[in-house]
């Protein structure tokens, strides 16, 4: 893990979007898939976008990649904006910001070659001659570690490993500067994790790429990321450096999150648990106030008032909790319930891979 630079190349601020839902015949209700999302991303560097199932994490980098036209918000690539952005300019902008899906054979489309796959995207976007093309088709099958007999085969003639590293290829193939990472590693066997986390690595000290990594699996987030944003119900409820948000996790939606995970330690796993009371509320029927307020053990009366923005907790590390305001234990309990057991600080295992 590298330190930040601290000049952000990736700029989201109050990013949003909104989906509508039909109800009955004529009426429709919106829902707030993302909600004035802020974070920066400084280039050379990973960002992990962490929160349960359906937050809003896919959304929000697809959001940032122009795949889905978000409601409202600034979407900034180095001095470009991208939301002012036409759709012709998009177009052109895509060598440059590029995207790895979580699955890699839904990606990839069946009745091409893998030749033909890596060289689309030099078609599209590159004014290279037909031998320049097949010269970089060939040095991307070197730098993923495949080889020059796999050209003629197809996408379902490889194992899911195989077909994350076709679809890592194409994401370089224009020598973008920012990808956005979504599950790269969900979809594949554990013995194969390892091995594409590192070639993801490799081709970002190689090539200086940015990375969004979008995830669940927070032992990768915490090996692979230089800073953590949390998301819960659209918002970003807490967000630092990987350090602090692991070692000193403010909120209690993060704290719940982080003691989920297994510990390999039988004498441990009773103690680091901040289980969270009820069901997430629906994201149609949002609760006033801090979204976490029906679920919070720490919450009070002021928690329903609009708000809380995200707060200085330390230099790089901001949640937004009136916690923070109150003064936070430094397990990140509150003062008034510092006999409450918490997981933190977290130390979570190395992936087997």
């Not at 949003?16 to 050379?44: C, E, Q």
């Not at 899911?160 to 973008?176: D, F, K, L, M, S």
């Amino acid at each position: 893990m590298k330190n930040a630079n601290p000049v952000p190349f990736i700029q989201i601020r109050n990013l949003r979007k909104d989906f509508p839902i039909r109800v009955g015949m004529f009426s429709k209700v919106w829902l707030r898939a993302v909600d004035n999302v802020t974070f920066d991303i400084p280039k050379g560097t990973t960002l992990g976008l962490v929160g349960e199932s359906g937050c809003g994490k896919t959304t929000a980098g697809r959001c940032l990649l122009r795949l889905l036209e978000p409601t409202s918000g600034e979407i900034w690539m180095g001095e470009q904006q991208l939301t002012d952005l036409k759709s012709e300019q998009i177009t052109q902008m895509r060598g440059r910001m590029q995207m790895v899906f979580q699955d890699p054979g839904g990606s990839l489309t069946p009745r091409m070659t893998i030749g033909a796959l890596l060289r689309e995207p030099l078609d599209l976007h590159t004014n290279l001659t037909t031998h320049e093309k097949d010269q970089r088709v060939r040095e991307l099958l070197s730098q993923v570690g495949l080889q020059p007999d796999h050209l003629s085969r197809y996408p379902h003639q490889f194992s899911g490993g195989q077909q994350q590293r076709i679809g890592v290829a194409r994401a370089i193939a224009t020598h973008p500067d920012f990808i956005v990472l979504d599950e790269p590693t969900s979809a594949l066997d554990v013995s194969v994790r390892g091995q594409i986390l590192r070639l993801l690595t490799q081709l970002q000290e190689e090539m200086g790429l940015t990375y969004l990594f979008i995830s669940h699996d927070l032992s990768v987030i915490k090996h692979t990321c230089d800073q953590v944003a949390v998301m819960y119900l659209g918002r970003i409820v807490e967000i630092g450096d990987t350090e602090e948000i692991f070692g000193a996790p403010t909120h209690p939606y993060t704290q719940a999150l982080l003691s989920a995970v297994p510990i390999p330690d039988p004498t441990q796993r009773d103690k680091q648990r901040l289980k969270l009371p009820g069901e997430v509320p629906s994201p149609i029927d949002l609760p006033p106030g801090c979204r976490l307020y029906s679920r919070c053990p720490y919450r009070r009366e002021a928690c329903l008032e609009p708000g809380p923005p995200l707060l200085q907790v330390a230099d790089t590390h901001r949640a937004a909790c009136i916690l923070v305001d109150d003064g936070v234990h430094p397990d990140g309990v509150h003062p008034d319930e510092a006999n409450t057991e918490s997981a933190t600080p977290y130390s979570l295992p190395l992936n087997p891979d």
